[in-house]
């Protein structure tokens, strides 16, 4: 299995995470912690760097458009066309700008720290993230509503 780096640069009014793997459930509670320090130390604008990400997934797109009300715009750097498909499908392309060309943050790019989150924090990140989908967008509801019920009871046998 590939595990997904998480890189970062932060500067005054940006923040730029570069995704290197796929940008799945694995990631989604580091992404969501990284996302919200580099937006904390003042970073208004998220640019994310998917140039290297080959797909995406519900959850961590859920995490992704709960970012959106928190900054003034999140800007997707070289999305290939399977991660720009699944934002359009899911009726959330419109919520971020779509970019194309070089990194302006390449030379700056460190390894973020990762958490190895624990199956109840990627579990309730999920059903965060399914949630928000549906919120953003009713004709997600008939996508994720089992999803999202079966993550609940998955959280409550956790206990």
């Given at each position: 299995?590939?595990?997904?780096?998480l890189?970062v640069?932060?500067?005054?009014?940006?923040?730029?995470?570069?995704?290197?793997?796929?940008?799945?459930?694995?990631?989604s509670?580091d992404?969501k912690?990284?996302?919200?320090?580099?937006?904390?130390a003042?970073?208004?604008?998220?640019l994310?760097?998917?140039a290297a990400?080959?797909?995406?997934?519900?959850t961590f797109l859920?995490?992704?458009?709960g970012?959106?009300g928190?900054?003034?715009?999140?800007e997707l750097?070289?999305?290939?066309?399977?991660?720009?498909d699944l934002l359009?499908?899911?009726?959330?392309l419109?919520?971020?700008?779509v970019?194309?060309?070089?990194?302006?943050?390449?030379?700056?790019?460190?390894t973020a720290?990762?958490?190895q989150?624990?199956k109840?924090?990627?579990?309730?990140?999920s059903?965060?993230?399914?949630?928000?989908?549906?919120?953003?967008?009713?004709?997600?509801?008939p996508?994720?509503?089992?999803?999202?019920?079966?993550?609940?009871?998955?959280l409550?046998r956790?206990?």
């Amino acid at each position: 299995m590939m595990n997904t780096q998480l890189q970062v640069a932060v500067t005054e009014s940006v923040a730029c995470i570069r995704v290197e793997g796929p940008a799945n459930f694995a990631v989604s509670v580091d992404f969501k912690s990284v996302a919200t320090q580099c937006c904390d130390a003042g970073g208004r604008v998220l640019l994310l760097d998917l140039a290297a990400c080959p797909n995406m997934d519900s959850t961590f797109l859920g995490i992704l458009v709960g970012l959106t009300g928190k900054l003034d715009r999140i800007e997707l750097l070289n999305p290939c066309e399977r991660v720009t498909d699944l934002l359009e499908n899911l009726g959330v392309l419109d919520l971020m700008s779509v970019g194309q060309g070089v990194n302006p943050f390449d030379d700056r790019l460190e390894t973020a720290d990762t958490t190895q989150a624990d199956k109840r924090a990627l579990t309730e990140a999920s059903l965060e993230a399914h949630k928000l989908l549906m919120e953003v967008n009713p004709d997600n509801v008939p996508k994720f509503k089992d999803v999202a019920q079966f993550l609940a009871e998955d959280l409550e046998r956790q206990g």
